[in-house]
T-cell receptor, first 112, second 115 residues
């Protein structure tokens, strides 16, 4: 069956360091992958999308990589700040599916 | 500004009652989705719609129904609420994009408790 795993439920990182979150998937065809941020009591907010033919994408302090051989995406936040503390969700789709499947999320805490 | 709103934000109901959660978007998006979010399961798709009069079942559709009579609204109905349906429900919408779900815009969620 298709599965998306974010392999850390919670991650604590010192302020100023780079936070790296992992998203692994199985039994999906080459796809595109999205990352969302969710604050407590709020709905998820879109951050970045990366397609299967793109190796890396950046947006300000955020960087996403996508390795279809390893079936893995890495999400990096550089120069992390306490305001980056949130739950981060990865979501996957494959062409023709037109709906996203989400991982369970990683709760990131940036420690001042 | 365009937005997506859910109501009610919080609701407590009793087992067996019918409950309807409203979702209204002003993005003029064709695609609309209902997810539920539970600890340990993440977001799971309940129902979705690609346009007016179109509805489709997601992975956890049992006990839920939706209808799409216009572009803006996709109400979610629990025909006979069960305690297992206690959850936080999120509505989302996205632009029509051939073959892809697109970026999702989420509402703030509706927390439902079934006693």
């Amino acid at each position: 069956s298709q599965k998306i795993e974010q392999n850390s439920e919670a991650l604590n990182i010192q302020e100023g360091k780079t936070a790296t979150l992992t998203c692994n998937y199985t039994n999906y065809s080459p796809a595109y992958l999205q990352w969302y941020r969710q604050d407590p009591g709020r709905g998820p907010v879109f951050l970045l999308l990366i397609r299967e033919n793109e190796k890396e994408k950046r947006k300000e302090r955020l960087k996403v990589t996508f390795d279809t051989t390893l079936k893995q995406s890495l999400f990096h936040i550089t120069a992390s700040q306490p305001a980056d503390s949130a739950t981060y969700l990865c979501a996957l789709d494959h062409f023709g599916n037109e709906k996203l499947t989400f991982g369970t999320g990683t709760r990131l805490t940036i420690i001042p | 500004d365009a937005e997506i709103t859910q109501s009610p934000r919080h609701k407590i109901t009793e087992t067996g009652r019918q409950v309807t959660l409203a979702c209204h978007q002003t993005w003029n998006h064709n695609n609309m989705f209902w997810y539920r979010q539970d600890l340990g399961h993440g977001l799971r798709l309940i129902h979705y719609s690609y346009g007016v009069h179109d509805t489709n079942k997601g992975e956890v559709s049992d006990g839920y129904s939706v209808s799409r009579s216009n572009t803006e609204d996709l109400p979610l109905t629990l025909e006979s609420a069960a305690s297992s349906q206690t959850s936080v429900y999120f509505c989302a919408s996205s632009e029509l994009s051939s073959g892809w779900a697109g970026e999702l815009f989420f509402g703030e969620g509706s927390r439902l408790t079934v006693l």
